[in-house]
């Protein structure tokens, strides 16, 4: 409801709730302000921002006054100007005039509302904050001396990050902000997500990265993209000579409004690094693995060369290329095309088929899209009920972690179910820990009792569900006593959580490879479509399934078509009338009429002798792909191996020809993030030597295989992906200068969509899917006890190409490390730190435990990043027979101690 | 020390260093830490609070705590002399524990008790009207 509001005598409109700060601001009313944050709860410290307001008896703090009625507020009075002006002496008098060598000059708050009241010198002379610094390393600078106690990086770390790991101590004039007994940060369960520094209004918390590095306005500030997970958050990157000092989070309009988590804000160094790849290398010695530098000319001719020979002797499906969901949209669109157009195979796919081809799979069936339905800010703005699956969001997605935990802190009731007690159970309304790949169990269970206590949403079924009484019928022979045997989840413990879920107003159901990563994962999937069928919790604001994407750009990926079934948008290869569209767009005599080979099957095929030439762009399936020494032995016995990247990975090593690359911050582009959001990557600095973006070299490649790709620049290809690809018809580069859209966006007037299937589905109606409860592949037994299930930590990236590159980051968590339970540990004689040697069927691996009480009994995690104990070496590569995702999350192993 | 009850409960951060100081006469900063990871408290919330009382002390004390009032009625009916005689035969001496671990002594401003002026607290008696000797024969009877 509107309110009027007179703010300095001029008429303002304002909703009830709403406080005079906000209202201020909106309107571009200057009311200074050193402890208000507009994403924080109001907390009223610093009181610069008192006003007055007509009736009340003194000046009140306009960043926690609500407006529930019409007033009149003054902000520049006499009175209140002086009084400003005294409590800036007041905190400057306690904080060292050093603003010609501070850091933050330029930048600091205090600095300039000193500016702008005229304090030349602070009016009061008394005891100071000592000169001290607290314990930060390796990212943070806690310079005490000008802390003002505002407060905001205590807040921040509660509200947001949920890392609890600082707070106000002791008394009096002696306050300080503490850490858990005064200790470092990094033994306090910071995770650097570095928004306390954000939020630092002058230049007690600052970067280590850039000290001594320049001021404020020495830098050029490009707006662009996180290169890391699937959030896409939106980053402001300061440069200097061509080097990137810092990252700072943008605020508005941005996915992650104003926040960032540690590999977002610290994780760059690796762009400046030494070992990235700057000429395109030519394997002179085969067993020693030696390269030597070529020119462009001669990388590019040899591929033309190898390519031709290949596709003679064997035809053109003995090639094929693995994309990339790091690389742009526009570059994995060529990368397709180059392998449809130009060698005429459907031998394409990436690394989606190891994260979320199960969703796309499952959810293309039952609904007809396979992506997120809703945006991450209905998440934190509109559900009522989040149910958390399978995924450890605050590891691996960690600003959407921030908005689940805004979403519960507004009264939204969590339900986590994961075997592994992850940091997001805490604040969980309801826990429930269910054994290894029993989810189909577990969730039909919870469909049983939806249809038994009559949850169902009855309207939504008969308007937008096709096959409910053949599901019913299905549903009859159920048991819940046997779901209660096998996921160890009790039938009253059940109840709550359909209940919950089924009558909250809008519920969401979240997953990642928790879910997707068995060999019944299109099945996991298939059942929670199920769920949100039956209650028709989908097609609402805040109400829908929500799988979370893992890289940057894995959704643009698939969308782009980097798939051995999909034309870009979705556009199914064996669909005749779809072919004869890109044949004639892209002037090619014919393409390739049948599907392509998955991933996992590409290494089979290898081994079988079917495919021997291999085009890796940006991928490093020597520690990402399920076991390892398969992979390996199938790569040596390509003919020929290209891999462009970044860097020399375990990879490239093997590769006949490497091409240097340049990375996101290097080029122009767009990235879709995980809630289908298209945004605008911008060139921040220049590649080293030669390297350069991907779409280049896959332009230059076609000329030399003498087709004429007249691209003059990236946006040339977004135009094409304009014309060819109807969800991204209206996302033109054009629009995207200014903002960031939600496919499907079908012209240019359309202005993107936030939430999936409102009114109805793609395929129509919905359909349930009857599923069967499988086992897992491979279950522990005597000889191998353990399960073995794998996932991801916070401070590292995948292969570790980037963040193992990033000093700060290899500090962190640089060395691999498996968690046990303290009870196995116990039961084993085992150390926390001690070394151990976890075996499997494939293989074994040397590796330091760690004692953990998240990790259930009889259970080893180990996450998969590192290299040199890579836990692929131990996993099986048996696939999901639909989405051909091997089980990277169920596996037996043995330990033994070492 | 049994902490089940606390499991569940909210704003119990006071009540809990209070238990502790109650049975170990001063908060031991590892078992502090210990019951911090059993309980999910986040160690900088707790330090937060203990560093905000006076009551709390993460250093062993003494035996007896010794508080010896200096505050103006105190201080003008002769509380120097008390604390005199008890540095002298003693050894005490303020915010310190006496090498055989029986003694503390805190000076404080004011125990509320200005009508026994001059007065000390040994753990939680109040002993008034003192003078040197009387505070002497006090220390003498403790165990």
């Known amino acids: 409801m509107s309110i009027k ?45 008192i006003v007055e307001v007509k009736g009340e008896r003194r000046p009140v703090t306009s960043c926690s006054y609500q407006i529930v009625k019409e007033i009149e507020v003054l902000t520049k009075t006499a009175e209140i100007l002086r009084m400003r002006k005294n409590l800036l002496s007041l905190l400057l008098s306690n904080h060292p005039a050093d603003c010609m060598t501070c850091e933050k000059s330029g930048d600091c708050l205090l600095e300039k509302y000193a500016y702008e009241y005229g304090i030349r010198k602070p009016a009061f002379l008394g005891e100071r904050n000592k000169v001290c610094e607290k314990d930060g390393k390796p990212f943070i600078i806690r310079d005490y001396e000008k802390c003002i106690m505002c407060g905001k990086c205590v807040r921040v770390c509660e509200e947001i990050a949920g890392a609890n790991a600082i707070d106000f101590g002791w008394r009096g004039f002696g306050v300080q902000i503490v850490s858990g007994f005064d ?53 402001q990157v300061s440069v200097k000579d061509n080097s990137i000092v810092k990252i700072n989070a943008l605020p508005d309009g941005s996915v992650n409004k104003g926040w960032l988590c540690v590999k977002g804000k610290f994780g760059f160094e690796y762009v400046k690094s030494p070992d990235r790849l700057k000429k395109p290398l030519l394997k002179k010695d085969k067993k020693a693995g030696k390269f030597m530098e070529i020119s462009w000319d001669e990388a ?27 690389c742009t949209n526009e570059e994995n669109y060529l990368f397709q095309k180059f392998f449809r157009q130009i060698i005429r195979t459907n031998n394409i796919d990436h690394c989606a088929r190891l994260c979320h081809a199960p969703s796309v799979a499952a959810l293309s069936q039952t609904l007809g899209s396979g992506a997120m339905t809703n945006s991450l800010d209905e998440i934190e703005n509109c559900s009522d009920c989040i149910v958390l699956i399978g995924s450890n969001v605050s590891e691996t997605q960690p600003v959407t972690s921030y908005k689940i935990r805004k979403a519960v802190s507004r009264g939204a009731k969590l339900i986590v179910i994961d075997p592994q007690e992850i940091e997001m159970a805490k604040i969980a309304e309801i826990y429930i820990q269910p054994w290894f790949g029993s989810d189909v169990m577990l969730l039909n269970a919870l469909a049983k009792i939806i249809l038994q206590e009559n949850l169902i949403n009855k309207e939504f079924i008969e308007q937008r569900v096709e096959n409910f009484e053949e599901y019913q019928n299905w549903m009859n022979n159920f048991s819940l006593l046997e779901a209660e045997k096998i996921t160890g989840i009790s039938v009253e413990m059940m109840k709550r959580v359909a209940k919950i879920y089924a009558t909250s107003k809008a519920s969401i159901i979240i997953w990642a490879m928790g879910i997707t990563q068995h060999i019944t994962g299109t099945d996991n999937v298939f059942a929670l479509s199920n769920l949100a069928l039956l209650t028709g919790q989908i097609g609402r604001p805040g109400a829908g399934l929500a799988p979370l994407r893992g890289q940057n750009n894995v959704q643009g990926a698939c969308d782009m078509g980097a798939l051995p079934d999909f034309f870009p948008g979705y556009q199914k290869v064996e669909n005749p009338e779809i072919r004869e569209k890109f044949k004639n767009f892209w002037n090619a005599a014919c393409l390739a009429e049948k599907n392509g080979l998955t991933v996992v099957e590409i290494f089979s095929s290898i081994h079988q002798g079917q495919i021997k030439g291999l085009y890796i762009m940006g991928e490093n399936p ?41 990375c996101s911050f290097e080029k122009e582009g767009t990235f879709t ?18 390297a350069k973006p991907d ?19 990236i946006w040339d290809i977004t135009r094409e992906i304009n014309k060819l690809v109807p969800i991204y018809a209206g996302i033109t580069p054009e629009r995207l200068l200014y903002a960031s859209l939600q496919w499907p966006c079908s012209d240019e007037k359309h202005s993107g969509t936030s939430t999936l299937h409102i009114g109805k589905f793609p395929a129509g109606k919905g359909k349930l899917k009857c599923v069967e409860y499988r086992y897992p592949y491979e279950l522990p037994d005597e000889k191998y006890p353990f399960i073995l299930t794998t996932g991801r930590v916070l401070t590292e990236y995948h292969t570790r190409t980037m963040t193992a590159r990033v000093d700060g980051l290899d500090q962190l968590s640089g060395e691999p490390f498996c968690l046990m339970n303290e009870n196995d540990l116990k039961k084993m004689k085992l150390k926390h730190g001690s ?27 180990i996450p998969f990043h590192y290299a040199e104990a890579a836990a692929n070496i131990l996993t099986h590569h048996n696939l999901d027979p639909v989405a051909k995702i091997p089980e990277y999350k169920i596996c037996a192993v043995r330990i033994e101690k070492l | 020390m049994k902490i089940d009850k606390y499991k569940n409960k909210k704003g119990y951060y006071l009540e809990l260093l209070q238990d502790i100081q109650g049975r170990k006469n001063y908060i031991p900063v590892s078992l502090l830490k210990k019951i911090c990871k059993q309980l999910d ?19 062993k004390r003494g035996k007896y705590l010794v508080k010896l009032c200096d505050g103006t009625a105190c201080h003008v009916k002769g509380a120097r002399e008390v604390k005199r005689i008890l540095e002298r035969k003693y050894g005490l001496t303020n915010g310190k524990t006496t090498a055989d671990g029986r003694f503390t002594l805190q000076e404080v401003a004011c125990l509320g008790s200005c009508f026994l002026a001059p007065v000390m607290m040994i753990n939680q008696r109040y002993f008034g009207n003192l003078t040197p000797e009387k505070a002497l024969s006090i220390f003498k009877n403790l165990k």
Not at chain 1, 640 to 651: C, E, G, K
Not at chain 1, 697 to 707: E, P, Q, S, W
Not at chain 1, 853 to 859: G, L
């Open chain 1, 695 to 713: 779409w280049e070299i896959l332009k230059n490649l076609a000329k030399r295989f003498g087709f004429d790709w007249d691209y003059h620049s």
């Open chain 2, 41 to 59: 408290i986040p160690e900088s919330k707790i330090f937060g609070v203990l560093t905000f009382y006076s009551q709390f002390t993460t250093e």
């Open chain 1, 835 to 861: 070394k151990i040697k976890v075996i499997s069927r494939r293989g074994e691996i040397e590796i330091k435990v760690k004692k953990s009480r998240s990790v259930p009994e009889k259970t080893v995690f």
């Open chain 1, 673 to 690: 993030n995980t809630e289908r959001m298209v945004q605008k990557v911008n060139r921040c600095v220049e590649p080293p030597q030669d």
């Open chain 1, 5 to 49: 509001v007179f703010i300095d005598n001029t008429e303002y409109d304002a909703e009830i709730g709403q406080t005079i700060l906000e209202v201020a601001r909106k309107h571009l009313i200057e009311i200074p302000a050193l402890c208000w944050q507009p994403q924080l709860l109001p907390y009223g410290a610093c009181r610069l921002c």
């Open chain 1, 300 to 326: 590019l001719d040899l591929i033309v060369n190898r390519f031709s020979e290949i596709r003679k002797k064997y035809g053109a499906n003995a090639l094929a290329g693995l994309a990339s969901a790091k």
């Open chain 1, 183 to 235: 200790g470092s940060l990094k033994d306090n369960g910071c995770f650097f997500c570095g928004n306390c520094i954000e939020v630092c209004p002058v230049g007690a918390l600052r970067e280590i990265s850039a000290e001594k590095k320049g001021r404020t306005w020495e830098f050029r500030k490009i707006n662009t993209i996180c290169p890391y997970c699937g959030v896409g958050c939106g980053i």
């Open chain 1, 622 to 662: 020597l520690v990402s792909d399920p076991d390892i020494s398969y992979v390996q032995e199938a790569i040596k016995k390509l003919e020929f191996l290209v891999v462009q990247d970044i860097f020399l990975t375990q990879t490239a090593k093997y590769a006949d020809l490497i091409l240097p690359s340049a």
